[in-house]
């Protein structure tokens, strides 16, 4: 089993920076891709971005693409996404998941998810 729990979420002016953390537990969490996904009112749950556990490669939707980076730091078994650039249209409950699998764009490959944290951008 992996317990996630996401942090860094909250209020920031459009053009401002959010470091969002997911923290783990588990015994093998550096085996375990890590992604974030997001869920604005109304919408389906949507891919943001994914670092997979075998050579750290890193994948993000379009959108967010020179904006955001993910990154992991398995000693502290921790993930995070830097967002700079921050845009209304950011605004979302961002979720942190986790992954033993492929197909990171897929939320339906995940195993385990966070609880969530709110990102709201205001302009």
């Known amino acids: 089993q992996v317990q996630l729990v996401e942090s860094g979420g909250g209020l920031v002016q459009a053009g401002g920076s959010l470091r969002l953390s997911c923290t783990a537990s588990?015994?093998?969490?550096?085996?375990?891709?890590m992604g974030w996904f997001r869920q604005a009112p109304g919408k389906e749950r949507e891919f943001v971005a994914a670092?997979?556990?075998?050579?750290?490669?890193?994948y993000y939707v379009d959108s967010v693409k020179g904006r955001f980076t993910i990154s992991r730091d398995n000693a502290k078994n921790t993930v995070y996404l830097q967002m700079n650039s921050l845009k209304p249209e950011d605004t979302a409950v961002y979720y942190c998941?986790?992954?033993?699998?492929?197909?990171?764009?897929?939320?339906?490959?995940?195993?385990?998810w966070g609880q969530g944290t709110q990102v709201t951008v205001s302009s």
């Open positions: 670092i997979n556990w075998i050579d750290d490669n890193t």
């Open positions: 588990g015994r093998t969490f550096s085996n375990y891709g």
């Open positions: 998941a986790a992954t033993r699998g492929s197909g990171y764009y897929n939320p339906y490959n995940y195993q385990y």
